[in-house]
């Protein structure tokens, strides 16, 4: 009597195969999706939370830009924040505006984030990823810096508390930039 392998045993070096394949490509193409610095900025328009209307990237066409991109489970983000909220008073008076980009799926957990990390700036919701998806988010947080004209400047993943001071440093370069070409 022979013996036979039994079907999980044959099916999973398979998977296991399927999975390494799937994983090279999408590491070899995800990149190559992402939006690139010096390149345009994915038009977009999602609905704020708690909003109704659509508010879109075109709007903001004129300031610079930090489109950052969250989850209430992201760790980082508990940090990044409230730090950005801070940037945002520092910059009032600026031409210049942050819109986060929730990806909760269930608004709740995005509300009760909120609550605990209260923020004054553009907060929308894409619970599809839609909007991640153009812009080629590789991890989280993700944030984009864009000009006045709609230009991808920087692009960071993750959040360090040193970070916002090189933000700060990258902001005013671009607000300066627009103020040295009226000159």
């Known amino acids: 009597m022979r013996l036979r392998r039994p079907v999980n045993a044959i099916a999973a070096p398979l998977r296991w195969r399927f999975g390494?394949?799937?994983?090279?490509?999408?590491?070899?193409?995800?990149?190559?999706?992402?939006?690139?610095i010096g390149k345009p900025a994915p038009a977009f328009a999602l609905s704020a939370i708690g909003g109704s209307a659509p508010v879109s990237l075109e709007q903001?066409?004129?300031?610079?830009?930090?489109?950052?991109?969250?989850?209430?489970?992201?760790?980082?983000?508990?940090?990044?924040?409230?730090?950005?909220?801070?940037?945002?008073?520092e910059l009032a008076h600026e031409e210049f505006a942050i819109v986060a980009v929730n990806l909760d799926e269930d608004a709740a957990d995005a509300t009760a984030f909120l609550k605990q990390h209260p923020v004054n700036y553009t907060i929308l919701r894409d619970?599809?990823?839609?909007?991640?998806?153009?812009?080629?988010?590789?991890?989280?947080?993700?944030?984009?810096?864009?000009?006045?004209?709609g230009i991808v400047r920087t692009v960071?993943?993750?959040?360090?508390?040193?970070?916002?001071?090189?933000?700060?440093?990258e902001i005013h370069a671009l607000l300066e930039k627009h103020t040295d070409a009226k000159s």
Do not use: H, N
């Open 156 to 169: 960071r993943t993750g959040f360090e508390p040193a970070d916002i001071d090189k933000l700060r440093v």
């Open 60 to 89: 903001f066409k004129g300031k610079v830009v930090f489109v950052d991109f969250w989850a209430s489970w992201c760790g980082p983000c508990r940090q990044s924040l409230p730090q950005y909220e801070k940037l945002r008073e």
């Open 127 to 149: 619970p599809a990823g839609d909007v991640p998806k153009a812009f080629g988010l590789l991890g989280m947080p993700t944030s984009y810096l864009i000009d006045r004209d």
């Open 20 to 36: 390494l394949v799937a994983a090279a490509l999408l590491f070899t193409v995800a990149p190559a999706l992402a939006v690139e």
